[in-house]
């Protein structure tokens, strides 16, 4: 039983912390016209697709679904930071692009976040921090599979009905 009180608190515990990142990164990196969390997540598309990306791979980067991401680029596009370019092979594609207003706050933005990151991360040695990677490496690997099963599940009892109507409509 204690066991699992411990197993509950360390996944509230996970929970509990990404709030608290939320509101860490909004108190040091909000900016007049655009929160904290949209700061963070042009200082990585800085960082990791300084000549642009497609908004599927940054979701499978981040770990953010595409609806959610979706709206936060829209905003950011409409405030002038992010743009949109047309793939000419493929008129569904658009790849997310810095503009010119982000690269004139972008050495702010890339300081600002490393500043915070570092006041953050300072609560952990190297070692800890390598084993804290590792660990949370497992758990999104462990997390992805769980999904994977339950849409299995649930695509299988999908198919078995579908199986059943056809069956029924030929007979």
Not at 11 to 17: A, S
Not at 77 to 100: C, H, I, M, W
């Amino acid at each position: 039983m204690e066991e699992e009180f411990r197993t509950e608190r360390m996944l509230f515990g996970m929970k509990r912390i990404s709030l608290c990142l939320t509101a860490y990164m909004e108190a040091c990196l909000r900016e007049p016209d655009i929160s904290g969390v949209q700061v963070y997540l042009i200082v990585y598309i800085l960082r990791h697709h300084p000549e642009g990306t497609y908004l599927t791979e940054l979701c499978r980067e981040i770990g953010l679904s595409k609806p959610t991401l979706s709206v936060m680029i829209r905003k950011l596009v409409e405030k002038g930071y992010l743009a949109f370019q047309e793939n000419p092979g493929d008129v569904r594609k658009k790849s997310v692009l810095p503009t010119a207003k982000l690269q004139e706050k972008s050495k702010r933005f890339l300081e600002e976040t490393a500043q915070m990151e570092a006041k953050l991360c300072s609560a952990l040695s190297q070692q800890e921090k390598d084993q804290l990677w590792r660990l949370e490496e497992k758990l999104l690997k462990r997390l992805a599979e769980l999904e994977r099963e339950t849409k299995m599940k649930k695509d299988r009892r999908l198919l078995k009905r579908e199986k059943s109507i056809a069956s029924a409509q030929t007979v």
